[in-house]
C-alpha cells in the first residue's frame, strides 16, 4: 500500500471519516480514553455504531459498493455513492441524510483536526479524489490487521482497549494499560488528558504521513520511561524512530509482508515493543501475562 499511489484518495477519505467521526463524538457519550469516538471494522468497510439519544442511527462506509449508509432505529435509511464527491460534498450530503432521518446535528469544529490543510469541511472543494480499488484495499488491509491486533490483545490480562479505528490519525491501534495514574504535564490540552490519564502501552498500524511515507506497524509506551530505546526490538528490521520527544517502535508494513510468515513477524514485532516498554516503565509483567502468551 505505497503511500504516494494512493495519497489523493487517502487525503479525502480521511476528511470523510473526520466528519463521520465528529458526528459520533457530538452524538455519543465520552467514555474513558475517547472511546466513545473510532470506528469499528465490518465485513463492508467501517461503522459508527450506534448513537444518538431516544432514537439512535448509525453511519457506515461500505467499501464494497462504496456507499456511505445511514441508518435509523425508526427503521429508515438513506445512502449515497462516495465516489465522484468533494469533501464540502460529502459533508452536506451527510448532514442531509441524517436531518431527513430526523437526527439534527451540530459540528462543533467543522474542520479538519490535525491536518496540514484546515479547509472547512463546507468550504473544502479540492480534496475530490477516490478511487474505489485505494479504498477497498485500505479497508481490507485494515481487517487484516485488526485480526493481528485482536490475537495479541488476548495475550494479556491488563485493561485492554477495544482495537479500533481512529478518524482523527487514520489508525487502528490497541491499548494496554498498568493501571496506574500517569502524570500528566500542566499544559496538556483536554484530549491529551483523557487519552493518557494512567500509563499506557500502544500498539497499532497507520498508513503513513507526511513525517513518515510509509505503512508501518508502531507502539509506544506513555509515560516513556527512561531507557526505552536501549531495548532490543524484534524481528531485526524493527527500530526505534524519534517522533517528537518520544519514540516509537516501528516495524514497515513491507518488512513484515517480506517475510516467510508476515503474521507472526507482526506478533513478534508487538511482543517484543510491549516488553520493553512494560520493564522499562516497571510493570507487573507476570501478573498481567495471560497463559496463552
Known sequence: MPLAEWQDTKETLHRFLQIAGKVRLAQSPLRNHWWNVPFHLTARGLTSRPMGLDTFFTIDFDFVEHLLRVESSTGQRVSFPLTELSVAGFYEQLLDALGSLGHQV???????????????????????????????????????????????????????????????TMDIAVTRFSGRPADIPAGADPVTREAYSHEVISAGFWFGDDSFGEPAFYSYTAPEPAGLTEESLRPDEAVWVARGDSHLALLRYDDARAGADPRAAVLEFLESAYQAGARRAGWDIDTLRHPRA
Open 106 to 168: 451540530s459540528i462543533t469544529h467543522p474542520e479538519p483536526f490535525d491536518l496540514a490543510d484546515r479547509t472547512p469541511f463546507a468550504e473544502d472543494s479540492h480534496h475530490a479524489t477516490y478511487v474505489p480499488q485505494h479504498a477497498n484495499r485500505y479497508w481490507q488491509i485494515l481487517g487484516q490487521v485488526s485480526l493481528v491486533l485482536e490475537e495479541f490483545a488476548g495475550r494479556s490480562y491488563a485493561k485492554t482497549s477495544p482495537v479500533h479505528h481512529f478518524w482523527h
